[in-house]
């Protein structure tokens, strides 16, 4: 980087309005990180060609990985209302959304995508992807047949569709495709998870347990888990373990959950509410109940401009 840094600023020297050398200049600087010089580049740039959709885009991807949501996304909008067909645009706001925890959002955008590019499998799985955590199960259903259709042998498209199914009610679907994931990513904790559930909401106890137990050695550390897995161990008559078992939860829930509720709220307090959010959603999956943390998640949502899901 640093000889390629070199050799595009000797050709700037020779023609200061070279677009290529002004455009490949911000790209090297961006990719070490340097994300305000690439960003003076590339406006360099677009101050001799103003419609040039790649630098701007560039740019509002530069200002995202810089701490700069907002800008991000007012910059790559702007350049949607100028190029509404533009693919790689609507993909990259999409992106940003989806990162910002801004799913519904994030999902429309993928839509958009897809009507420009309809085999466009990757806009498929990500908008499946937030639909999913939008918890929009039953607009995910169709979108995620249509993946696994297309692709059989992602193991990620099977996990989606299965939890799917789970959360529509439909067990038996659910479990033959989080099977295929399981066979395909044995090593998954999180797929040993979902089939875990599905099973377990199908009362089918005894056969969730050796999920559960593989998912939590897989995962020590993953507290839902640990409450799925008390929870197959009572109903198969075990009290002492289950017991055991919901000792532990509580014990690493409280410690997790004061940990993480300090770090979510100085995130929080100190400008960074999206990955504040992130925590407390963590926070919330492990206990629905604790409504300090709605609270929370709700202030941090609604400086993300997500009033709907506030």
Do not use: C
Request: charged residues 25%.
């Amino acid at each position: 980087n640093d000889q390629a840094e070199d050799e595009f600023r000797q050709v700037l020297k020779v023609n200061p309005e070279s677009l290529d050398a002004l455009d490949h200049l911000g790209q090297v600087l961006a990719s070490d990180r340097r994300y305000n010089a690439a960003i003076t580049y590339w406006k360099r740039a677009l101050s001799l060609k103003p419609d040039f959709p790649g630098i701007t885009q560039a740019i509002a991807i530069a200002l995202y990985n810089d701490g700069k949501p907002q800008e991000a996304i007012d910059t790559v909008t702007s350049l949607i209302k100028a190029h509404p067909d533009l693919k790689s645009a609507h993909f990259a706001l999409a992106g940003f959304y989806a990162h910002q925890k801004r799913y519904r959002e994030a999902a429309a955008e993928y839509r958009l995508v897809l009507q420009i590019d309809p085999k466009d499998n990757l806009a498929l799985l990500e908008r499946v992807r937030t639909l999913v955590d939008s918890l929009a199960y039953d607009d995910s259903l169709h979108p995620a047949q249509e993946y696994a259709r297309r692709n059989p042998g992602d193991p990620q498209g099977h996990l989606l569709l299965g939890t799917i199914y789970v959360e529509l009610g439909d067990y038996r679907s659910g479990e033959e495709e989080l099977t295929r994931a399981v066979s395909a990513t044995p090593d998954s904790a999180i797929a040993q998870h979902e089939i875990g559930v599905a099973l377990a909401r199908d009362h089918k106890p005894a056969e969730a347990l050796p999920h559960f137990e593989k998912a939590l050695a897989l995962d020590p550390h993953d507290t839902l888990t640990q409450y799925q897995l008390a929870r197959v161990v009572r109903a198969l008559g075990d009290n002492p373990r289950a017991e055991k078992l919901l000792e532990q939860y509580q014990q690493a829930k409280q410690q997790d959950s004061s940990a993480q509720t300090n770090q979510a709220n100085v995130l929080f307090q100190s400008g960074q509410p999206a990955k504040a959010a992130e925590i407390y959603r963590q926070i919330l999956a492990r206990d629905p109940q604790d409504a300090r943390t709605e609270y929370n998640l709700a202030l941090a949502m609604t400086t993300l401009q997500d009033l709907e899901g506030a």
